[in-house]
């Protein structure tokens, strides 16, 4: 199993959601090949300061390590399962990441690491690299864009993945950044999926608290009974037949009253695409370990 992403916008107002992250039904012998290395949620406080709890994983801990439940409140959340493809198991190197006050999680590989850390010494973003992953130093080098665009987040993501796709080797570049008035998500290329649901609050589902579950991670929130939200995951969640699966180069922005602006922002595969069969057998076990591509 890959990476997992989940992300939630509820909107103005802050609901309260509960998560349960790795609650999946294996076996201790599947779990022993394919335990992950990390989990993470990022939400926002009533002052719209980013919070992150997260906590590394290794495979030696006993099977009782692989729940994970809390109760949070926020008006936007975002929940990462890591399977290591760069850095060690550790604090650091786990997403989330919170750069200026935003919230990033990906799902991906990309390589040429070390042009990647000259253009972000170029644009003065070096310093926000704390760990040794790919993708926090991909997040930097957003980052540092959302700067010189003035804060335009949607210029900035952009910038920076036009830069990575021209220079260097991408295998998928999946993301979702949350502020606390907004969500955005990118599927590119077309390596692995991204889904997004659009829940109306008068939808006949409505009815139900919003429920959602993967084998990784399962959130429910009653608050979320009759309002309007809107999810993106890497897998469909529920049976709401709400589902669509966003398009290669698909750039998708939530906004604070849940409107969804779309477009493709990226037409043209990366200059540089790793297949499958190029990638390390880490990288490899880490975007595919159960099918084995």
């Avoid at 992403?5 to 779990?31: D, V, Y």
């Avoid at 935003?102 to 253009?119: S, T």
């Avoid at 180069?249 to 604070?256: I, K």
Wanted: hydrophobic letters at 40%.
């Amino acid at each position: 199993m890959m990476c997992r992403l989940f992300g939630l916008h509820a909107g103005h107002e802050a609901a309260k959601a509960t998560f349960w992250l790795l609650r999946a039904p294996n076996s201790l012998s599947r779990q022993s090949h394919y335990e992950p290395d990390g989990t993470g949620i990022g939400t926002f406080d009533k002052q719209g300061k980013a919070l992150i709890e997260k906590e590394p994983l290794t495979a030696w801990k006993d099977q009782d390590f692989a729940t994970a439940a809390r109760e949070l409140e926020s008006t936007t959340f975002l929940a990462h399962v890591r399977y290591a493809t760069a850095g060690d198991h550790s604090a650091v190197n786990t997403h989330p990441f919170q750069q200026d006050n935003r919230i990033f999680a990906h799902n991906g590989v990309l390589g040429g690491l070390e042009e990647l850390d000259q253009r972000l010494e170029y644009r003065g973003a070096k310093d926000l690299v704390k760990g040794e992953t790919d993708s926090e130093r991909m997040f930097a080098l957003i980052t540092a864009e959302i700067r010189h665009a003035d804060g335009d987040v949607t210029v900035g993501i952009t910038q920076a993945v036009n830069w990575i796709a021209e220079n260097l080797p991408v295998y998928s570049l999946n993301l979702i950044i949350t502020t606390a008035s907004d969500l955005w998500a990118l599927r590119y290329p077309e390596t692995h999926d991204l889904f997004v649901l659009e829940r109306q609050a008068d939808a006949a589902t409505d009815a139900e608290a919003l429920s959602v579950h993967s084998q990784r991670i399962r959130a429910h929130s009653p608050a979320l009974t009759h309002r309007h939200a809107v999810v993106v995951s890497t897998e469909e969640m529920t049976t709401d037949p709400g589902w669509r699966l966003m398009e290669p180069g698909e750039l998708l922005h939530v906004s604070a009253d849940l409107a969804i602006y779309t477009h493709i922002a990226f037409a043209q595969q990366p200059r540089t695409q790793i297949m499958y069969e190029q990638l390390s057998r880490a990288d490899a076990a880490a975007q595919h370990p159960e099918t084995g591509h």
